[in-house]
């Protein structure tokens, strides 16, 4: 099956990076947006973490993973958290503290009933992916007691 794909990636400016993979973990094993698992068939480090939700499948001859078709509601609409997604999570430390960034991926089939207008869904999803960098940056700001939100960084 033909699948289109998004991306989009998002860097917070945070002041320490002590503990981060713990709240990495926590965050996004707990987020609103749907919740993420580790990413079995990516490595992850010190300085990246993989993480993959959604609906995906095991291709027919072989082991390898690939996206699946998300769930439809009774609207026909999609069901967001089932749209097969990745995400990856890198810590760049820097001298000023570090730098967090986010990468969404989202994958949905090219079939006819699930061709919604691409200008549309990139629009959709841009706003889906930054409420979850925002949730991500309130999170960051209470678990390391900062006074206000982390920086989102432009570029």
Same mark, same amino acid.
């Given at each position: 099956m033909a699948m289109h794909q998004l991306e989009f990636a998002?860097?917070?400016a945070l002041p320490s990076a002590k503990g981060i993979h713990e709240v990495v973990e926590a965050f996004f094993r707990t987020s609103e947006q749907g919740s993420w698992e580790?990413?079995?068939s990516a490595a992850s480090d010190l300085f990246?973490?993989?993480f993959m939700r959604g609906n995906w499948t095991t291709r027919r001859f072989s082991k390898e993973r690939a996206p699946a078709a998300p769930t439809r509601d009774a609207q026909v609409? #999609? /069901?967001v958290r089932t749209t097969a997604a990745l995400g990856t999570? #890198? /810590?760049r430390p820097s001298p000023k503290g570090s730098v967090v960034t986010v990468r969404h991926r989202m994958y949905w089939p090219t079939r006819?009933?699930?061709s919604e207008?691409?200008?549309n869904l990139k629009t959709n999803w841009e706003r889906y992916t930054l409420a979850e960098v925002n949730s991500f940056r309130a999170y960051l700001a209470e678990w390391y007691q900062l006074p206000d939100l982390p920086a989102l960084?432009?570029?």
């Open positions: 998002r860097s917070i580790r990413d079995p990246v973490m993989n609409a #999609t /069901v999570v #890198t /810590v006819s009933e699930c207008d691409r200008q960084l432009e570029g």
